[in-house]
């Protein structure tokens, strides 16, 4: 009998030939069966949707189907897959019955829609318009292909936003490197936000600078100092400004705060700065490259390291000099961006602040 024939074997009489037939009938037979039983379980709902697959996986382990068959069961298991959210069995299944169909607008139909699901709108646009060049009046796939094409759009607009941050995150990082500039962690968040130094189109440096009142801990915010600007022209801005208010600093109740009385300074040393990659990735945080991670850049050289913990200092501004040329020097580390204490000659405050006896708060 033709079942006990060895595997690759051919048969010899035309008994063995009938039984061969016989089985291949009954095989073709049962994997049809199973095929109509999947569809009936896919009617009958989300509860059956397991049966369903099962039925069309056992269908097609049958081996004994045409392929046009085969291409409907993976096809229809590719429906199943797709309706339980199973995204990528559903891709794996609509390509495999278009190897053996090219034409199964059904199961180009169901790529496309898996693909779209999965992100992958190049594919998922390749599908489509193959459906649509077998089937031009197919209506669910002119759906899905609007559906995509606004889909790609948004997409493009993204990815050349990302671009964008990026080329001009590196032009940042390649400006301040050039500059001799180190930025160390971020610090007083919570009053700067995510706000990152902009280079203009002559590519100069505009800082956000914050001023932070030691004695009282409050604070100013200039927008954007120029690198090139001295000190003096913001003090003298804010102080224009501060004339407006009566009194000009609410908790400046004997009126130290004058402009002739303020003087800047800077915490030397403190903190570590950043390496080269960890720079980049802080100067693109809040924009739309905020989440790029495979960016080609550069290992620093020599990993520079600022002074440790207990070690800074405060060294006075020199307010006839420029931004640039305080923030070059060597032990200055931008906190995220430049901040500077401005205290008053004429408080008492100066002098614990002086003999290095203020500390900010924890």
């Not at 030939?17 to 039983?37: F, G, N, P, V």
């Not at 913990?309 to 200055?332: A, H, I, Q, Y």
């Amino acid at each position: 009998m033709a079942l006990w024939m060895e595997a690759g074997s051919e048969p010899k009489t035309q008994s063995e030939i009938a039984d061969l037939q016989a089985i291949s009938a009954l095989k073709h037979s049962t994997a049809l069966e199973l095929k109509e039983k999947g569809n009936e379980y896919v009617k009958m709902g989300k509860r059956h949707y397991s049966d369903a697959i099962d039925c069309y996986t056992r269908a097609i382990n049958q081996k004994a189907l045409s392929d046009s068959e085969n291409s409907i069961v993976f096809s229809n298991r590719a429906l199943v897959n797709l309706l339980l959210g199973n995204y990528r069995r559903a891709l794996t299944d609509s390509q495999e019955a278009i190897k053996l169909c090219p034409t199964n607008v059904k199961a180009l139909y169901r790529a496309a829609k898996a693909s779209l699901s999965l992100n992958l709108c190049v594919e998922a646009k390749s599908y489509c318009e193959n459906g649509l060049e077998q089937d031009p009046n197919n209506e669910e796939l002119k759906k899905l292909a609007r559906q995509i094409n606004l889909l790609k759009m948004e997409q493009d607009k993204r990815d050349a936003e990302v671009s964008k941050a990026v080329l001009e995150a590196k032009d940042l990082l390649s400006a301040i490197e050039d500059r001799g500039l180190k930025i160390g962690k971020a610090m007083f968040q919570e009053l700067i936000g995510l706000r990152k130094p902009v280079l203009d189109k002559n590519k100069i440096l505009h800082w956000p600078v914050l001023l932070l009142y030691a004695e009282v801990m409050s604070s100013d915010f200039i927008e954007g100092f120029c690198e090139t600007d001295m000190f003096s022209a913001h003090l003298d801005m804010i102080s224009i400004l501060l004339e407006f208010f009566s009194p000009p600093l609410p908790w400046d109740t004997e009126n130290n705060y004058t402009r002739e009385a303020v003087e800047l300074y800077y915490e030397a040393g403190s903190g570590v700065p950043f390496s080269k990659k960890k720079m980049f990735h802080y100067l693109l945080e809040g924009t739309a490259g905020g989440n790029v991670e495979n960016v080609d850049i550069e290992k620093d050289a020599v990993e520079s390291h600022g002074a440790g913990k207990g070690s800074s200092k405060w060294v006075k501004v020199n307010e006839k000099r420029m931004l640039t040329d305080v923030l070059k020097e060597s032990d200055f580390i931008i906190s995220g961006i430049p901040v500077f204490y401005v205290v008053s000659k004429r408080s008492s405050f100066y002098i614990e602040f002086k003999a290095g006896k203020w500390a900010l708060p924890p």
